[in-house]
């Protein structure tokens, strides 16, 4: 039992199951945690433990319009949900994606005031994703440069902190790749080249995305929700 504990709340356990919009879901905490595995291993007695897996917390800090209620509702209703609705604060209890709990936690408004957060939010999550709309990162200079600033502190706080961290590009659609994938994420990583400390970003866990079919949403979240 100690040694199951254990590896639940060891680190590596959970690494190796990776301006107006922000969201995420925190595994609760203190007594909050001591519930859940309670729960899991059946209140402490000495029964045999169950093949449940504990939610996995995940951060999605995205840019202004970038998708993230989008891939929202694709993870908790399963289906795409057009027209954008800016967000303010709002509480969602834990819920299932494919076998897959997904913890409780908050959707809340990006703008600015929320980027001097990012690092608290960061240090409370397994999974950290940042998301950017790849048209406007294609076509607007100001954009992509707030997108570089923005990725590279994500990327700076999660490896300090060991945590998983992925970037999708989204509204791909919009883009001239439209399903030219490898073109899209080709081209992303072309127009950083010269920035040397934003490039890395990009060479690794980076997907673009199309988020109005249930194809391009499945092809993005399998890999940051890989068993």
Not at 30 to 58: C, H, R, V, Y
Not at 66 to 77: A, E, I, M, P, V
Not at 176 to 183: A, I, L, W
Not at 202 to 208: A, E
Request: negative net charge; proline residues 3%.
């Amino acid at each position: 039992m100690d040694e199951i504990i254990h590896n639940i709340l060891n680190e590596e356990f959970f690494a190796n199951t990776e301006p107006q919009q922000a969201w995420w879901w925190l595994i609760p905490a203190g007594g909050g945690l001591i519930a859940l595995l309670a729960g899991i291993f059946g209140g402490g007695d000495d029964s045999e433990p169950t093949n449940q897996t504990p939610p996995k917390s995940i951060v999605i800090l995205g840019q202004k319009e970038s998708g993230k209620t989008t891939l929202f509702n694709w993870l908790r209703y399963n289906k795409f949900v057009p027209g954008y609705s800016q967000t303010s604060t709002d509480e969602y209890d834990e819920f299932e994606y494919k076998g897959q709990k997904i913890a409780k936690g908050q959707d809340i408004g990006g703008g600015e005031m929320f980027f001097y957060d990012y690092e608290n939010k960061i240090a409370g999550c397994d999974i950290c994703v940042f998301v950017f709309d790849l048209h406007k990162f294609l076509n607007d200079q100001y954009y992509r440069q707030e997108t570089w600033v923005r990725a590279d502190f994500i990327n700076r706080k999660c490896c300090e902190k060991n945590k998983t961290r992925y970037t999708i590009g989204t509204h791909l659609d919009l883009t001239s790749f439209q399903n030219d994938y490898d073109g899209a994420r080709a081209r992303v990583l072309d127009v950083s080249a010269h920035k040397t400390k934003f490039i890395d970003v990009f060479k690794s866990n980076f997907v673009v995305a199309d988020l109005t079919n249930q194809t391009g949403f499945e092809t993005c979240v399998e890999h940051f929700l890989k068993k």
